[in-house]
């Protein structure tokens, strides 16, 4: 009986298929679904990711579609230029298009210099420890004799991230391949390529800065990326790379002049620029070699032209590289400005001093965690000397330490 | 240079024997050290190694460069004036400042070295910047750098310039070397600029003899031992340190809150709801000797 009931039943389940649902939601299909973007938490922006995963997370999760990032170069531009590339290199992986405008080496050379990305599925950052649930002999080497209850507490989570992957990881040691490269479409801006316009049109700005907007504007309208078009096809995005404007390549005396002539070129094209990416689909990233420019005011406004603004300081050359305090970094990376795009107030890291470090595999921002005084003449000596004395200490070091009683 | 006393800094080494190959490199002097001698000594070097070097002087004459470059081989030396009539006054001169643009700069060094690199020497670089501004002669460098002719060796008074222009020109350079006049003598400072965006730098203290070779001095500071570490607890009028007996005892010690593994493992994960209870030594009461002084 119960063999046969079984028989029975076993039929009518086999009927019933999967899915046999024939209900629907019933929404339109507003939201845009480009690949590699994501909507923010905080203010619902649609966001792409830089390339680097701690940069996302001082932006607030990632950069607003149709926002400017500043990146104010350091001295010897190796680090911002390393950032440029990998935010085109996310845009490559991303299937975005891409758009370069370089004035020192062609842009081409600059796509051949794009990362390799590293493609598996494994997350390179490693989550925080979680406690131990068993407390194995593995561990007596970190097991503490009189703190043990703290010894399954996390460590001080040092870098920057979030909890959800959001952008890619890359290999700098690495090129990306060919292939990789040429699928993704790109356009170039190279300055003596383009001939010089007198400025007609635009009576501020400089020949080489209209002839940029003009060929942005261009690309923007011809492939579709205005947000006035109707959305027929798949939408993408557009990323827009700017490399060292404001030098004198771009025959702007911006970086030479103590007082410059052409002090509202830069400050022109970037209001224009910044209409164009509120218009379109498109996410710029600008470095400017701000050591150059003299006065602060200029370098205020610009900054305050552009929504995201970061500043890049590298401890090469500076007597900071051989302080302790830094040995661990290359730099130190300052947050100028965070944008709010429709909410009152932005959100403002919460910590103020941080400083990148560029591993092979990621280019990590850390918070800067001063080390614990342990040593005897630091507790003596002020923090301003100590860069000089380690100099010094092999010469009067014996002395002060007998008289550090 | 190799001299029998003292080795320069290696990469001011490679800068004088030209292995390192950048398109561009500057040497920047003030108004306490001028490097015009050793710039002098980077034209000797080339010369020696069978370059054809050109010269385009502002600022020094002929006779004087020549005088300054006695012994070497200067049959390969062009020297193109551009020091009697540098603004084109008189319309006599070779060169002027305004003729300097890529073009006509491949135009003065390719006829005599056709297929091989040139050396081109500026004295100096701020006769042109004065005139033509920063992004002329920045445009023409990176042409020439592009096309790959002519390696420009340029020497820059960074006091006459504003620290922008200075550090703008400098950006386009492959390697600078900043002389300046320090307490123990002309310091070079060198900077070099990979490809890759790696930056190297180094820094020496030189001279140039008569006879225009770089003499390094060697740092005393850098070459002394490192001094044997002070044990601090010698040398006090108490006793710091513990014998083996007595760090054994100190090991022996039973600290107060010391638990079992597993009193250890329950506290560390509260929530499990077990009490675990170890008796202590307090627990074990005797009634018949409530105080525990009885010897019995």
New interface residues.
Partial sequence: MAASVSSACKPSMARIPVNTTSFQKRTKNKLLSIPGTRLSVQNGQLLVSTGVTSLDYLLGGGLAVGTVLLIEEDR????S??ILKYFLAEGVVCRHELFLAA??D?PNDIFQELPDPILDDVAMHKPVDQ?R?S?EPQDSIDAM??A??Y??LPKVQNALASTSRFGHYYDVSKTMEPEIRQAAKCHHFYL?EHPSHSSATHSSMLGSYSALLKSIEEVIRRDGFSVATTMTKSRNILRIGLHSLG???W???L????NPKHSHALTTFLYGLRALMRSSLSVAVVTV?S????SKTLMGSITRLCDNAIALESF??SERETSPLYKDYHGLLHVRQVPYLNCLASQLPDHKDLAFKLKRKQFTIERLHLPPDLS?TVSRVSRGELAGAG?MA?AC??GN?HLDF | MLTSFCILSIMLNDLLQGTDAGGFFIIQDSCRYSARRLLWSFIKAALNREEVVHVLSFEVSEDELKNGLKGSPIERLRFHDAYSDPLGWSGRGAFTVDRFCAESVTALVEPSSPGRRAVLVIDSLSWILRHSGPAAVCRAVRQLRNDGSVVIVGLLHRDLHPRGTVGSLCRSAASVVAVDAGPRGAEAKVTKRLKSGKVLQDEEVFSVDDDLTVVGRSEPSRVRPREPEMDPTAHLTFNLRLSDLEREAKEKLALPFVFTKEKKAALLHTGSGRIVYEPDANDDYDQEDPDDDLDV
């Avoid at chain 1, 010897?76 to 680090?79: E, G, I, L, T, W």
């Fill in positions: 010897y531009d190796s680090y230029r390393m004035v020192q062609h406690p649930l407390c004799k009189i043990w209850r010894q399954n003596p030098s004198p390549l025959d702007d005396d970086c030479c002049q103590d070699p050591h150059l420019i003299q090469k050359g005897e100099a092999s070091g014996s330490k």
